[in-house]
């Protein structure tokens, strides 16, 4: 499924615990990213930090088990581990009402940390991290310590944690930025973009913040990508929706992933559209995928 598998990719942000009701489950963007791109087989460390208690410790042994390099997760006794309560609507959609503060506010840099981004090849990173000061400033020194590294920014905004100002310092830094149709439209305007079309905007975004690539995510709309001075658009794949839970982290790591390994932008395309598919049709942001799964649906539903 990828010619090169070798790639050290590095996610940076939040891990906690997903609260549905009464059902718990691992997650934050980040994370649920790093442990999609750590299922293709790919070298993979998460950089973060956890509460010193029981969910702390019940998150480090779970990435452990899923072959992630753990060393960049910091453990404290300041701030328990943060949580996050969804809600779905009938079409299982998830607005979110984020615990604040939480460890992941107060990520700091240290060897470890520094010593994972030297050695990486590309750098996941949200907005939603920088909340906080503290992690803020990590992440913008750890951007600044390996000029060679891909850096993917996922804008993946929740209210009222960002601001305009921020966003722009956070894209200035990426070689690609991957949005919603919602977002892009929102970023767009708030930098002085006067079109609703969608294509038009990632041109636009891409001129403005100097980012060479921006993907767009349309739900069951399927997909666009700039890649290389040219609009890719993939029709998603139709699935019955169980929630949309990390669709669109599974949907990035699988299209990255691809992009680095094979180069090819439709079949980095089809890949991520279909593994974001099977993940909305599962309950919960990590579903288990094995290859064979994901072919079979490509197959079939071709």
């Known amino acids: 499924m990828f010619l090169n598998n070798k790639i050290n990719a590095v996610s940076f942000g939040e891990v906690l615990f997903d609260v549905f009701g009464n059902e718990k489950k691992i997650g934050g963007a980040p994370l649920n990213l790093a442990l999609r791109i750590a299922s293709f087989g790919f070298p993979v460390s998460m950089i973060s930090a956890v509460g010193n208690d029981e969910d702390g410790r019940v998150i480090c042994d779970f990435v452990a088990q899923h072959h992630l390099d753990t060393r960049g997760i910091i453990c404290t006794s300041e701030y328990d581990t943060g949580v996050v309560q969804v809600t779905l609507n009938d079409r299982g959609s998830a607005t ?64 009222p944690f960002y601001n305009i100002e921020l966003l722009k310092k956070l894209m200035s830094k990426a070689d690609f ?8 439209l929102e970023v767009s305007a708030e930098l002085g973009g006067q079109s609703d079309d969608l294509e038009e905007n990632m041109f636009f975004i891409s001129e403005k913040t100097n980012t060479p690539s921006v993907c767009v995510t349309l739900g069951k709309h399927g997909s666009l990508l700039l890649w290389n001075g040219t609009i890719y658009r993939h029709r998603g ?28 932008p439709h079949e980095a395309l089809d890949l991520a559209s279909a593994v974001g598919a099977l993940v909305a049709s599962h309950s919960g942001a ?9 072919l079979d649906f490509m197959r079939v539903n071709v």
Do not use: H
């Not at 930025?177 to 892009?184: G, Q, V, W």
């Not at 990590?286 to 994901?294: F, G, S, T, Y």
């Open 96 to 159: 979110y009402e984020i615990k604040y503060p939480a460890a992941w506010d107060f990520i700091e840099a240290n060897e470890n940390t520094r010593n994972i981004v030297k050695n990486a090849n590309v750098f996941f990173y949200g907005s939603l991290a920088c909340r906080n000061e503290v992690s803020q400033q990590t992440l913008f020194s750890l951007l600044n310590a390996n000029p060679e590294m891909f850096k993917v920014f996922d804008v993946n905004l929740r209210k």
């Open 177 to 184: 930025i991957k949005f919603n149709d919602e977002e892009i």
């Open 237 to 264: 794949y139709a699935v019955t929706v169980a929630d949309t839970v990390g669709a669109g982290d599974s949907f990035l790591a699988s299209l990255i992933s691809k992009l680095l390994s094979n180069k090819d």
């Open 286 to 294: 990590n579903p288990k995928l094995e290859k064979e799964i994901i």
